[in-house]
């Protein structure tokens, strides 16, 4: 396994660019999606690097939402647009961030046929089919799992590089409403001038998109699936592979209360080599605040991650390793202030720009779709529901 460097950051490490190269290139990136992770994460952190990014376009369904973000943008009103794929072929970007809500694979297929370098917030789509023409494409594309670039993952990950091997990986997140998370962030009110056509559109979209993923199932079991398992649980894969490899199988699911949207979430299942992994995900109305946490157990301690809101930038992630010191335990830390987001931005400019592979992409996003129609299936398996689609193929 290959060892991170330390954890200074990606801006102190390497810059994706020359100084006098990314002065003359700022990448002109077409934002997709004006909605809360754009306003509170992505719009701030390319406006602080103003030589390597330049939003150029905006796209949203809400003409309220682009006019005002156009304007403190300074996006000309010509490159405002209500639809994706005219933003995707107006013919003035480098680069599209796709941060809308839903499966991604249609959108970046599109932008990657144009010739533009793609930043795709997660999930990257509900289907392997989706994923697999994306891949054919070749494109140059970054999948958003910020955590993988946080500093405390990363000495996380040269730790257990020279450990014993992990006996069992067990995730907590504890998941409040979105609206305490952005209380800070000074969100646009929700838009009121949506056409519900559009909405009746997209709805229909994802349903046929969940349908061939895993069949004709109940509505609970295809929200759970790509609301909360591609939505939210993919992070906490993304950082198991990054810290000790994969594949990841699930054999075990469980999701309770019944008779209504699931609240709480149980996984089970293993790595390659034997690893055991468990992940609890629960929705709690009026949890205080944002909990996820990740902790690996070997015979010699513990390697434990806790992660805070993704909305507070520069909040640092606390990295806890629990060993053996003289017959007695030692505990120690580690946190750093250098934003995930951002060091996922500073590496995208990096793929863009120079072709640097990224730390996820098509190949991880689609590791992730099977290992999410997998849950899906023991899930459907253990309330005696038929799976279909994808799904029923085990992931071929």
């Known amino acids: 396994m290959r060892a991170p460097s330390d954890g200074r950051g990606l801006l102190e490490r390497e810059s994706p660019l020359g100084a006098a190269d990314s002065a003359a290139t700022p990448l002109r990136v077409g934002v997709i999606g004006l909605g ?10 390319l406006g602080k690097h103003p030589d ?35 933003l995707i072929g107006c013919g003035e970007l480098d680069a599209v961030a796709i941060l809308s809500s839903g499966s991604h694979g249609a959108l970046a297929a599109a932008a990657a046929r144009a010739g533009l370098a793609v930043f795709c917030e997660k999930p990257l789509a509900y289907t392997l089919a989706e994923a697999d023409e994306l ?12 955590k993988v670039y ?24 504890l998941h409040p409403p979105a609206p305490p998370q952005l209380a800070h962030a000074a969100l646009l009110p929700p838009a009121e001038d949506v056409d519900p056509t559009d909405l009746e559109r997209l709805g229909a979209e994802e349903l046929a998109l969940t349908r061939r993923a895993l069949g004709d199932v109940p509505a609970e079991l295809a929200s759970l ?32 209360p019944e008779g209504g949207p699931a609240a709480s979430v149980a ?64 505990a120690t830390q580690f946190r750093s202030t250098v934003e995930a987001f951002e060091q996922e ?10 072709g640097r592979a990224p730390r996820a992409g098509i190949a991880e996003g689609r590791a992730d779709i099977v290992a999410c129609q ?3 299936t023991a899930l459907a398996a253990r309330q005696g529901l038929a799976i279909g689609g994808e799904a029923a193929g085990g992931g071929a």
């Not at 790509?226 to 075990?252: E, K, M, N, W």
């Not at 931005?345 to 120079?354: H, K, P, T």
């Open 36 to 45: 809360a992770v754009a306003q509170a994460v992505h719009l701030p952190l």
């Open 52 to 86: 390597l990014f330049r939003a150029a376009a905006v796209c949203d369904l809400s003409r309220s939402c682009r006019d005002v973000v156009g304007d403190r943008l300074g996006v000309p009103d010509a490159l405002r647009f209500a639809s994706a794929e005219a």
């Open 135 to 146: 891949a054919a494409l070749e494109p140059r594309l970054a999948l958003g799992y910020m």
């Open 150 to 173: 946080d500093p405390a993952v990363e000495r996380a990950r040269a730790l257990l590089a020279g450990r014993p091997p992990a006996r069992s990986v067990e995730v907590t997140v």
């Open 225 to 256: 699936y790509s609301q909360v398992l591609l939505g939210s649980v993919v992070h906490d894969l993304a950082v198991i592979r990054y810290l000790l490899g994969g594949p990841l199988a699930f054999d075990h699911a469980d999701a309770w």
């Open 267 to 330: 996984l089970l299942g293993q790595l390659s080599g034997g690893t055991r992994v468990s992940v609890r995900w629960h929705y709690l109305e009026s949890y205080p605040a944002y909990r996820e946490e990740v902790r690996v157990h070997d015979e010699q301690g513990t390697v434990e991650l806790s992660f805070p809101s993704p909305y507070l930038l520069h909040a640092p992630t606390t990295l806890t390793v629990v060993d053996g010191d003289g017959g007695a335990e030692r």
């Open 345 to 354: 931005w500073l590496a995208f400019a990096g793929l863009a720009l120079e």
């Open 374 to 376: 997998q849950a899906a």
